[in-house]
C-alpha cells in the first residue's frame, strides 16, 4: 500500500534550536518525495523536492531508501519558519500519479 | 499575476443546498486537482484531471461531480451537502501529463462551511 507517515501532529522548538521533521514512506516503486509548505493564511506551497537534493530556506531533506524515510532538517529553526509541513509522495496509480499526502505536522517555533 | 484561483474564497450554506467551487490556472499547465483538507488538516485527493478527461477518481460520494470546460479550468459541483463536507478544499494544478511527477501549483483554497 502506498502511505506517507507524518508521525508528530505538533512540533515545536525553540528559536535557534535545531529542528527535524519526520516523514516515512511506504512505496513498491522508485519513490518521488516531496515536502510542502503551508504558512498561516497562505497557499500550500512546494518547499524542496528530494530529486532537486537543494537546500531552501536553510531546509534539507535526505532521501533514505532502506530507512523509508524522507526527514526535513533545519539546523537553526527560525520564527518564521512556523507553519504546516506536509511530506507528500508520487506514487504511480491508474492512468498516472498521484500524489499522496501525509496527515501534516504542525512546527510552532518559540522566540 | 495569481497562478492558480479559486472562486469564492468562503462559502458558508445550509445543509441540502448545492453548490459549486470555480479553480482557474494560468500557467498553461495540463493537470489540475482537486484535494479536501479536513479541520486535523489532513490532506486528500479527490480528483484529478488532464487535458479535460478524468484520471483519478477517488473514493468520493457521487455527490461530488468535477467538470472541466477546458483544461484550464476545473469546477467542483457539490449537491445535497451534508455538514462533513465542511473543510477546505484546494485546487492544484501540474505541468505535463498525469505520468508526470512535477510540482504542483495550489490555489489559495476555498473554506466551505456547512450548517
Known amino acids: 500500500a502506498q502511505r506517507v507517515t507524518q508521525p508528530e501532529k505538533l512540533l515545536s522548538v525553540f528559536k535557534g534550536a535545531p529542528v527535524e521533521l519526520k516523514c516515512n514512506y511506504s512505496?513498491?516503486?522508485?519513490?518521488?518525495l516531496f515536502w510542502y509548505v503551508q504558512y498561516s493564511r497562505q497557499r500550500l506551497q512546494l518547499l524542496l523536492r528530494?530529486?532537486s537534493r537543494e537546500s531552501i530556506k536553510g531546509f534539507t531533506a535526505d532521501l533514505n531508501k532502506g530507512e523509508t524515510s524522507f526527514h526535513l532538517k533545519k539546523p537553526f529553526a527560525q520564527e518564521e519558519d512556523s507553519a504546516m509541513y506536509y511530506c507528500?509522495?508520487?506514487?504511480?496509480?491508474?492512468?498516472?500519479?498521484?500524489?499522496?499526502f501525509g496527515a501534516g505536522t504542525r512546527l510552532f517555533v518559540k522566540a | 499575476d495569481t497562478a492558480v484561483s479559486q472562486t469564492p474564497k468562503y462559502l458558508v450554506t445550509q445543509m441540502g443546498n448545492d453548490k459549486s467551487i470555480k479553480c482557474e490556472q494560468n500557467?498553461?499547465?495540463?493537470?489540475m486537482y482537486w484535494y479536501k483538507q479536513d479541520s486535523k488538516k489532513f490532506l486528500k485527493i479527490m480528483f484529478s484531471?488532464?487535458?479535460?478527461?478524468?484520471?483519478i477518481n477517488e473514493t468520493v460520494p457521487n455527490r461530488f461531480s468535477p467538470k472541466s470546460p477546458d483544461k484550464a479550468h476545473l469546477n467542483l459541483h457539490i449537491n445535497s451537502l451534508e455538514l462533513g463536507d465542511s473543510a477546505v478544499y484546494f485546487c492544484?494544478?501540474?505541468?505535463?501529463?498525469?505520468?508526470?511527477?512535477?510540482?504542483?501549483?495550489f490555489g489559495p483554497g476555498t473554506r466551505l462551511t456547512v450548517l
Open positions: 512505496y513498491s516503486g522508485s519513490p518521488e
Open positions: 492544484a494544478s501540474k505541468r505535463g501529463g498525469a505520468s508526470g511527477t512535477d510540482t504542483q501549483y
Open positions: 484531471y488532464n487535458n479535460k478527461e478524468l484520471i
Open positions: 528530494h530529486i
Open positions: 507528500a509522495l508520487s506514487a504511480s496509480n491508474t492512468g498516472g500519479f498521484k500524489t499522496i
Open positions: 500557467l498553461g499547465h495540463d493537470t
